[in-house]
């Protein structure tokens, strides 16, 4: 079929959707299966059949109840733009969305172009969706006004769209601006999905957006998001074509084995590893052993009155403040007590830590806990420190010196890997401890940012660190005297 513009009424019958189910995944199955066609490579012109991988993410993104947000983390190869294009179809034509507003989101407009040339081609090559109109910049069903567009990664391209179903193409290279846009201009639909779908970054940055709802979804616990990953065993080799088939679901369908042994002998391994293995590059000095942290959750409720430590990690705006409590034992249980940490996007530009906040929740964790120490380091909070102690807190200075630090840090190391604390599995202090990176000089050992101007927070691990150090002292010296 040809370009249509404004020539005149668009008399096509509507797109039939009789006999599909009412809803949920089996609808999208359906929809697709009947109306949409392979536009490339294997199979291309014939029906777009849906593989069991690829229904497992249809059912997880449209069973009811639906996720408000989703991502698909996958390696290159396996059709993504395919199917994301597919579901955009079903968004525009077929999900009893009246007014529906599909919008491809990408890096540029060139990227997202791609997608929507995808779903283009897919009406072109199908009679039965003649009533949806092909524009050079969008598709449109005059019969529910809907449409469906590709637009640039710029929150400025995003201003005055009601989103029902947003796609973003290659999370990983869209900022915070960006992506908060497209949530700002979602949500105000009974029903109305953002879905990401994207392969890791080569370099393994972990600043951006895709790597926070990386974390989330690793963690779990949020029915209103749904997360898929696709990666090989982390240290597996490159080789190993197990892994590869773990990692890339369409090996040996429509993604050709020979094809992955050609690529693994011409690209660098890095790149490899994270477009082809789907893996996040690790730095060789990243602190704690995979999976340490996650062994030692312990779904358990510290009761009131308990013997605890409170460690407090105080910035005034660059950063976070974070408050974490230890109990007091030889085996203390760990928890982020409270935290305000610096929005991302324009939300952080002129973001201060509320002091009085700060203050409050030290005040209140003294009366719900026996707390013995309240340990901080002085520097730009002296005189909350001064404020609190004369209140009658016991308040305790705590300078992160490397005498200190040093081996607070390793009794935190050994803590965790020999499974000699427990905590409660906070995703944000989960988050902070995986942020950590060992640095090891004449000075001893430490925790760092990988970079000096990362903004990804560590602040609940050093927070952590100090108070599982108190903690233990005080469980055996019951005088409390500090120790340098």
């Not at 995003?158 to 601006?177: K, M, N, R, Y």
């Not at 990401?196 to 990386?214: E, H, L, Q, R």
């Not at 690209?267 to 602190?287: N, P, T």
């Amino acid at each position: 079929m040809g370009k249509r513009g404004p020539h005149g009424p668009n008399q096509a019958p509507p797109v039939d959707l009789s006999g599909l189910p009412e809803a949920g995944g089996a609808r999208v199955i359906g929809f697709i299966e009947r109306h949409l066609r392979v536009t490339k490579g294997q199979g291309v012109r014939g029906p777009f059949r849906i593989r069991p991988w690829q229904a497992e993410l249809i059912h997880g993104l449209f069973d009811e109840p639906r996720p408000r947000s989703g991502l698909i983390a996958i390696p290159v190869g396996n059709g993504k733009t395919s199917l994301a294009a597919a579901l955009g179809m079903y968004g525009l034509i077929a999900d009893d969305v009246e007014g529906a507003q599909v919008i491809c989101v990408a890096s540029d407009q060139r990227q997202a172009g791609i997608l929507f040339q995808t779903a283009r081609r897919m009406v072109e090559l199908n009679p039965d969706l003649a009533e949806v109109e092909c524009f050079h910049d969008k598709l449109y069903v005059p019969r529910t006004d809907s449409t469906l567009t590709a637009l640039p990664a710029e929150p400025a391209s995003l201003e005055g769209w009601d989103p029902s179903f947003a796609i973003i193409d290659e999370l990983h290279v869209v900022t915070w601006d960006t992506y908060e846009a497209v949530v700002e201009r979602s949500g105000k639909r009974e029903e109305s999905l953002i879905l990401a779908i994207s392969t890791p970054p080569a370099d393994g940055s972990k600043d951006g957006v895709m790597w926070k709802m990386v974390e989330d979804g690793r963690l779990g616990g949020d029915d209103s998001y749904y997360f898929k990953e696709y990666a090989a065993p982390p240290d597996c080799k490159t080789d190993d074509e197990r892994a590869w088939h773990t990692a890339n679901p369409a090996l040996s369908d429509f993604l050709f084995l020979d094809g992955m042994r050609a690529a693994r002998k011409r690209m660098r391994e890095s790149k490899f590893r994270a477009h082809r293995l789907g893996l996040w590059v690790q730095h060789d000095d990243s602190w704690l052993p995979d999976g340490a942290w996650e062994a030692c959750k312990l779904d358990w409720t510290v009761s009131d009155g308990t013997d605890i430590v409170l460690a407090l990690d105080a910035s005034h705006n660059s950063d976070c403040t974070v408050l974490v409590a230890a109990t007091v034992e030889e085996y203390p249980h760990v928890w982020l007590y409270g935290l305000w940490e610096k929005p991302p996007g324009p939300a952080g530009r002129d973001w201060e830590v509320d002091i009085v906040l700060v203050e409050d929740a030290i005040r209140s964790a003294c009366r719900q806990y026996n707390v013995r120490e309240v340990v901080a380091d002085p520097f730009r909070w002296q005189r909350s420190l001064q404020v609190l102690e004369h209140e009658g807190l016991p308040m305790a200075e705590y300078p992160q010196t490397s005498v200190r630090m040093s081996p607070a840090t390793s009794g935190f190391y050994t803590a965790v890997v020999n499974q000699q604390l427990t905590h409660d599995g906070n995703r944000t202090m989960a988050r902070h401890v995986a942020n950590c990176h060992l640095r090891e000089d004449s000075r001893g050992v430490r925790v760092m940012k990988d970079a000096k101007k990362s903004t990804r927070h560590i602040d609940a691990a050093v927070a952590g660190i100090m108070a599982l150090d108190r903690a233990r002292f005080l469980a055996t010296n019951t005088r409390g005297a500090w120790i340098l």
